[in-house]
Structure formats: structure tokens, C-alpha cells
């Protein structure tokens, strides 16, 4: 397999060079683990709020095969996308474009983590729950990497799903089904993709651009990603109150989504209200984005953590 756009013809694969002059945060830094951090906890919570009972090694077992394949995902996907991540100042330093790590290496690593945790998570819950995971990296590598990333602007609106994955997989986990809870949880995490990548893409842009990758401020302009980061803002926020209108959840959590809701939606308008030049390219260096994207990985958390907390305390 070669990327498009890759870097052409690969040296044969040297086991002894490739792992020998690398570190183990080399490795470590493939899994993305500033990613992992957000999918290991929406499977815990997913897991933790799934009716039914799982065995805590099995548990603990089910969300670290979670985190591998998510971690196998990202190693592929830097395998994939090292042509762009070496031009990109924000990933131009990782360790295949470094050259601390060969691309044969780390396409080896991703896919045998891949298929072991897929392997892992079948024994120890169930097949329908180890079919969802491999499902989940599929999506990534496959949907998202290969195929919609550098082809579209609505790349991560539809690539957002890969990410939604993880509360799906360990509510299946625990009771080896999928129901309407888990969907929903799913669809909060794929609508609230868009406006926090988003924001990033307004202040990241120039980056994308120099790597030829068709983000929508690349693409559309930064004026209409403001106004599509306060559109699924505005979409995402009656979504989040679903579980208490399911009656899975009381009104405390739904008083908390209410509120983070509202302060998220204030945030996209600051994003919207932006001073812009006559080209909608923001002249406070993009300030109100950057706080739009630092508050939404806070906002995902709580939000998740609210849930959690009012199902198995309150509820």
C-alpha cells in the first residue's frame, strides 16, 4: 500500500534499523495519546452506563483494547498521511517525517495492534462488540484517512463518525447489543466533530493549505466555517438534552447540558463575531477559535461526565 500523494519508492524494510533507532516515546507519540485521552474516556463512560454487568478485569480489558485500536488507527494514520504531516509545522516533527521512525515500521505496528485488540476485545466480551471496534478503525483509516480527507471539506463531518465510536463499543461490550441510547451518544460525539475541529481549522489553516488538504476555511473561506461552527453548534446542543428526554437521565443532567450547551453556542457566536477583514480572515489572530476549541474538549468531558454521574448516582 503507498499513500496518495506519498513519498514515492520506500527502501526495503530493515527490522534492525527501524526499531533500533527509535525511542519507546516515538511509539508512544504514534497513538496519538492527546486523542486517546477523549475516546478512552467516552468508552468508560459508555461502558459504565450500559444496563448489565461486566467483570471489572473484563471491563478494564474492554476499554484497553478500546484504546489500542484507537492508537493502532493513529499510527496508520500517520503511516498514511506522512507526506503532509512532513510539510505541516503543527505535525512536521513527528517521528516518521523525523525520521525516527521508518513507514514500514509504523504501517506494521498500527495494523498488528489493530487486529490483536480486535482479536482481545472478541474474547473477552463479545464478537458483535469486537466487530463494532473493527468497525471503528475501518472507518478511520479507510473512510477518513484514504478517502475523504484530502478529497473534500466535509472531510470531518463525515470522518467525525470515527470518533463517535467508542461509547457505542463499550455499551456493547457490557450487553452485547446495540440500542437507541448508545446511537444517540454516538450522534452527540459525530455533531460535535465539526465545530470543534473547525475552530482549530480557522487558526491551523495555513497549514492545511501548504499540505494541499481541502479543509473548509481552505476551501469555503474563513467566513463560512465561522457560520458552519455556529450551525452544528446550534444543532449539537438540543441533541445533548436527549437522553433526559429519553428518560435514560433526570433533569440534573439535563440542566447541565442546558448549561454547557449555552456556553458552548456563546462561544461559536464570539467565533461568528469575530473582527474580520473584508475576506473574513480574522484580525485578533483567530483568539475567539482558539478559546471556541480549547472550551469544547472541556465541554465533551463534562458533558459525558454529567451523564455518567446523573445515570449512576442520581438517576
Not at 503543527?90 to 514500514?104: C, F, L, N, V
Not at 463560512?224 to 441533541?239: H, M, S
Request: hydrophobic share 55%; charged share 10%; aromatic share 12%.
Amino acid at each position: 500500500m503507498t499513500a496518495i500523494g506519498g513519498g514515492g519508492a520506500q527502501a526495503p524494510f530493515d527490522a534492525s534499523a527501524e526499531f533500533g533507532g527509535s525511542e519507546v516515546r516515538d511509539w508512544f507519540t504514534l497513538l496519538k495519546p492527546r486523542v486517546l485521552t477523549l475516546v478512552v474516556f467516552t468508552g468508560i463512560i459508555g461502558l459504565a452506563v450500559a444496563p448489565g454487568h461486566l467483570h471489572p478485569i473484563l471491563a478494564a480489558t474492554a476499554i484497553l483494547c478500546i484504546t489500542i485500536a484507537a492508537g493502532a488507527a493513529g499510527a496508520i494514520n500517520m503511516w498514511y498521511d506522512r507526506d503532509i504531516d512532513a510539510v505541516m509545522r503543527r505535525t512536521q516533527r513527528r517521528p516518521i517525517p523525523m525520521g525516527r521512525i521508518g513507514a514500514d515500521a509504523a504501517l506494521a505496528y498500527g495494523v498488528m495492534l489493530a487486529i490483536g485488540s480486535v482479536v482481545l476485545m472478541g474474547l473477552a466480551t463479545n464478537w458483535l462488540a469486537a466487530a463494532v471496534l473493527a468497525g471503528s478503525v475501518g472507518f478511520y483509516v479507510f473512510i477518513y484517512t484514504m478517502w475523504l480527507k484530502r478529497r473534500t471539506p466535509q472531510n470531518i463531518v463525515i470522518g467525525g463518525a470515527a470518533g463517535a465510536f467508542p461509547p457505542l463499543i463499550g455499551w456493547v461490550a457490557v450487553t452485547g447489543q446495540i440500542d437507541a441510547v448508545p446511537l444517540v451518544l454516538f450522534a452527540m460525539i459525530f455533531m460535535w466533530t465539526p465545530p470543534h475541529f473547525w475552530a482549530l481549522s480557522l487558526w491551523a489553516h495555513q497549514d492545511y493549505e501548504r499540505a494541499g488538504v481541502p479543509m473548509l476555511p481552505v476551501i469555503s473561506g474563513a467566513r463560512e466555517t465561522r457560520r458552519q461552527v455556529v450551525i452544528y453548534t446550534v444543532l449539537l446542543v438540543p441533541l445533548t438534552l436527549a437522553p433526559w428526554w429519553m428518560g435514560f437521565n433526570t433533569a440534573a443532567y439535563g440542566a447541565v447540558a442546558a448549561l454547557l450547551g449555552a456556553n458552548f453556542l456563546r462561544h461559536a457566536w464570539l467565533v461568528w463575531r469575530d473582527e474580520q477583514d473584508g475576506a473574513g480572515v480574522s484580525l485578533t489572530g483567530d483568539a475567539p477559535a482558539r478559546k471556541c476549541f480549547k472550551y469544547s474538549i472541556f465541554y465533551l468531558f463534562l458533558l459525558f461526565g454529567a451523564l455518567a454521574a446523573d445515570r449512576l448516582l442520581l438517576a
